[in-house]
Nanobody
Framework: QVQLMESGGGLVQPGGSLRLSCAASGSDFSINAMAWYRQAPGKQRDLVATITSGGTTNYADSVKGRFTISRNNAENTVFLQMNSLKPEDTAVYLC?????????????????WGQGTLVTVSS
């Protein structure tokens, strides 16, 4: 079974920066597209940024110019660099990956989610 684990969240003042990481663990898999979502209490889950296996990126309008998504394919890790943070960026950030599994039990495409990491932007 492939698992995703986010890290790097925490409390930061407005205008500050955080770098989130999401590492995939397991065996006999490869990762296609990866993405970051976020969800604030009582709000919908929104797509923040995506990155393809080739490195093509897309961003939500609310974060474009402030956030940068990147990936290290050798380490099966995706990052989200967040700069110029605003209080409205406060949310649980979740990692998502489109995975090709080649394990003995599961062969095919899987959609895998991490458990989330909390980002709080407050003075």
């Amino acid at each position: 079974q492939v698992q995703l684990m986010e890290s790097g969240g925490g409390l930061v003042q407005p205008g500050g920066s955080l770098r989130l990481s999401c590492a995939a663990s397991g065996s006999d898999f490869s990762i296609n597209a990866m993405a970051w979502y976020r969800q604030a209490p009582g709000k919908q889950r929104d797509l923040v940024a995506t990155i393809t296996s080739g490195g093509t990126t897309n961003y939500a309008d609310s974060v474009k110019g402030r956030f940068t998504i990147s990936r290290n394919n050798a380490e099966n890790t995706v990052f989200l660099q967040m700069n110029s943070l605003k209080p409205e960026d406060t949310a649980v950030y979740l990692c998502n990956a489109d995975i090709q599994s080649r394990s003995r039990r599961v062969v095919g495409l899987l959609e895998v989610w991490g458990q989330g990491t909390l980002v709080t932007v407050s003075s």
